[in-house]
C-alpha cells in the first residue's frame, strides 16, 4: 500500500454499518424504557432465553460510538507516526471535528427553541441554560448547565477528548505504545475510585454525571487509538490477518461484549453502590469494541455480513441526527399521546413510528446541514482531513 492510501482511502462500509446500529440501539433502549421497562423473553421449546440485555443495555451504543470514534480519528494519527503520511494538520483537525458536530447540533438547538418559544412544546431555557447548551458547557453537573436534548450530555465528552488526541497520539508508535495503554488504565481507575468516594451516598444521577467524565472513559477511547495503530502498523507491513482470523477475532470481541452485557444486567441492582462492574466494564467492553473494530478493518466476513447492508449503513450515515432526534421525538410523542390508545405492550408499536419519523429528521438533517458542513471541511487536500476514513482491507492486502 502506498504512504498516501492510508490517509485518503475511501470509507470502509462495514463501520459505518456500526455506527448505524449503535445510534439504533440507544434508540431502541430509550423506547423500551419509555414504554415501562419488563423482561424481554424468548421460549424456545423448553428453555426461556432472557434477551432483556438486548433492550436493556442499549445505552451501550455510546462505548461503541465513543470507540469507534477514537479508532477513526486515530487512524491518520498512527500513519504519521508509522512514517505512512505527513503529519495532519492540528488546525484542520479541530475545524473539522466543530463542523461535525457544532452545526447540527445548533440547528437542533434553533428548532428546540423555536418550538418552545412559538408553540410552547417543551420548555424555554434560562439564559444561563441556553448560554451552558451553546457553549456545550452541559454535563458537569452543579458546574455546568443542563442540557436541553438529554442526550447530549455525550458530545463534551467527545470534544474533550477530540482536545486530548493529538497529545495522546503522540504515544502511537513503536515502544511507546504500551506507556499509552498503561496511561489510560491508571487514569481510569485513579479516577473512578477517588471521584466515587465522596459521592458514595448522593443521588444516582449525580453519581453518573461524577463517574462518567472523560478520564473515567479515557480507557476506552485509549483502546479505540490502539486498535487504530495495529490496524495501521499491519497494514503498512502488509501482514493483516487473513479472513479466517478475522472472523475469529470478531465473534471473540463480540462475544465478550456480549457476555460483559449479560453480567451488568444481572448486577444492576448494586452496580452505582461499588460492584466491581462500576470501575472495569467500559474498559473491558472497549477492549472488546476494539478486537471488533480491527477484524471488521481488516476484512472479517461476519462482520461485513452483520453490519455492511445497505440499511445499516444508510443509518450510519445519519446516525448522528438519528442520535439527537430520537429522544425529543418520544417526548413530544408522548406529550401527544400519541400511543395511549394502544391496548398492551406499546414497543412494537412506537418502535417502526419513532425510527421513521427520527430517520426522516436525520436525513434533513444530513442533507440540509452536516453534509454542507463536511463539504466546507473537504476543501483543504490536507490528509488531516482524512479522519473519518479507513482503508478498505483489499487495498493493504499483500501484492
Same mark, same amino acid.
Request: charged letters at 10%.
Given at each position: 500500500?502506498?504512504?498516501?492510501?492510508?490517509?485518503?482511502?475511501?470509507?470502509?462500509?462495514?463501520?459505518?454499518?456500526?455506527?448505524?446500529?449503535?445510534?439504533?440501539?440507544?434508540?431502541?433502549?430509550?423506547?423500551?424504557?419509555?414504554?415501562?421497562?419488563?423482561?424481554?423473553?424468548?421460549?424456545?421449546?423448553?428453555?426461556?432465553?432472557?434477551?432483556?440485555?438486548?433492550?436493556?443495555?442499549?445505552?451501550?451504543?455510546?462505548?461503541?460510538?465513543?470507540?469507534?470514534?477514537?479508532?477513526?480519528?486515530?487512524?491518520?494519527?498512527?500513519?504519521?507516526?508509522?512514517?505512512?503520511?505527513?503529519?495532519?494538520?492540528?488546525?484542520?483537525?479541530w475545524l473539522r471535528r466543530v463542523l461535525r458536530i457544532v452545526p447540527a447540533y445548533y440547528a437542533q438547538l434553533g428548532v428546540l427553541l423555536v418550538l418552545a418559544g412559538a408553540f410552547g412544546i417543551g420548555t424555554w431555557p434560562g439564559i444561563g441554560q441556553l448560554l451552558g447548551n451553546l457553549a456545550l458547557w452541559t454535563n458537569f453537573g452543579p458546574y455546568g448547565a443542563a442540557p436541553m436534548n438529554?442526550?447530549?450530555?455525550?458530545?463534551?465528552?467527545?470534544?474533550?477528548?477530540?482536545?486530548? /488526541?493529538? %497529545?495522546? @497520539?503522540?504515544?502511537?508508535?513503536? !515502544?511507546?505504545?504500551?506507556? $499509552?495503554?498503561?496511561? #489510560? *488504565?491508571?487514569?481510569?481507575?485513579?479516577?473512578?475510585?477517588?471521584?466515587?468516594?465522596?459521592?458514595?451516598?448522593?443521588?444516582?444521577?449525580?453519581?453518573?454525571?461524577?463517574?462518567?467524565?472523560?478520564?473515567?472513559?479515557?480507557?476506552?477511547?485509549?483502546?479505540?487509538?490502539?486498535?487504530?495503530?495495529?490496524?495501521?502498523?499491519?497494514?503498512?507491513?502488509?501482514?493483516?490477518?487473513?479472513?479466517?482470523?478475522?472472523?475469529?477475532?470478531?465473534?471473540?470481541?463480540?462475544?465478550?461484549?456480549?457476555?460483559?452485557?449479560?453480567?451488568?444486567?444481572?448486577?444492576?441492582?448494586?452496580?452505582?453502590?461499588?460492584?466491581?462492574?462500576?470501575?472495569?466494564?467500559?474498559?473491558?467492553?472497549?477492549?472488546?469494541?476494539? /478486537?471488533? %473494530?480491527? @477484524?471488521?478493518?481488516?476484512?472479517? !466476513?461476519?462482520?461485513?455480513? $452483520?453490519?455492511?447492508? #445497505? *440499511?445499516?449503513?444508510?443509518?450510519?450515515?445519519?446516525?448522528?441526527?438519528?442520535?439527537?432526534?430520537?429522544?425529543?421525538?418520544?417526548?413530544?410523542?408522548?406529550?401527544?399521546?400519541a400511543f395511549a390508545r394502544i391496548d398492551g405492550y406499546r414497543l412494537p408499536w412506537s418502535l417502526p413510528v419513532v425510527l421513521l419519523l427520527s430517520c426522516a429528521l436525520a436525513d434533513l438533517s444530513y442533507r440540509l446541514v452536516e453534509r454542507p458542513a463536511l463539504r466546507l471541511g473537504r476543501r483543504s487536500r490536507h490528509p488531516g482531513l482524512a479522519t473519518e476514513l479507513v482503508p478498505p482491507p483489499?487495498?493493504?492486502?499483500?501484492?
Open positions: 500500500m502506498s504512504d498516501a492510501r492510508l490517509a485518503t482511502a475511501a470509507e470502509l462500509p462495514t463501520l459505518t454499518g456500526l455506527r448505524g446500529f449503535a445510534a439504533l440501539w440507544v434508540l431502541v433502549y430509550h423506547l423500551w424504557a419509555d414504554a415501562g421497562p419488563r423482561l424481554m423473553t424468548l421460549e424456545v421449546g423448553t428453555h426461556v432465553l432472557d434477551l432483556t440485555p438486548l433492550f436493556s443495555c442499549g445505552w451501550a451504543g455510546v462505548d461503541i460510538f465513543f470507540t469507534l470514534s477514537a479508532f477513526l480519528l486515530s487512524l491518520p494519527f498512527a500513519s504519521w507516526q508509522l512514517g505512512g503520511a505527513p503529519r495532519p494538520s492540528l488546525r484542520v483537525f438529554p442526550v447530549t450530555y455525550t458530545l463534551p465528552i467527545e470534544f474533550c477528548f477530540y482536545l486530548l /488526541l493529538p %497529545l495522546l @497520539a503522540l504515544l502511537l508508535r513503536p !515502544r511507546a505504545w504500551p506507556l $499509552l495503554a498503561l496511561l #489510560a *488504565l491508571v487514569t481510569t481507575q485513579v479516577y473512578r475510585h477517588l471521584m466515587f468516594a465522596p459521592i458514595a451516598h448522593a443521588e444516582v444521577p449525580l453519581r453518573v454525571i461524577a463517574m462518567e467524565q472523560l478520564p473515567g472513559r479515557l480507557d476506552q477511547f485509549v483502546a479505540g487509538m490502539l486498535a487504530a495503530y495495529a490496524y495501521t502498523r499491519a497494514a503498512i507491513a502488509r501482514r493483516l490477518p487473513g479472513a479466517r482470523a478475522n472472523d475469529a477475532l470478531f465473534l471473540f470481541g463480540a462475544g465478550v461484549f456480549a457476555a460483559m452485557l449479560w453480567l451488568i444486567h444481572y448486577n444492576s441492582s448494586d452496580y452505582w453502590d461499588g460492584n466491581p462492574l462500576l470501575f472495569t466494564w467500559h474498559g473491558i467492553v472497549g477492549v472488546a469494541v476494539a /478486537l471488533m %473494530l480491527f @477484524a471488521a478493518a481488516a476484512g472479517s !466476513r461476519v462482520a461485513s455480513v $452483520l453490519f455492511g447492508n #445497505a *440499511l445499516l449503513r444508510y443509518l450510519g450515515v445519519i446516525s448522528f441526527g438519528v442520535y439527537l432526534w430520537h429522544f425529543p421525538l418520544i417526548h413530544w410523542l408522548d406529550a401527544a399521546n483489499n487495498a493493504s492486502a499483500p501484492g
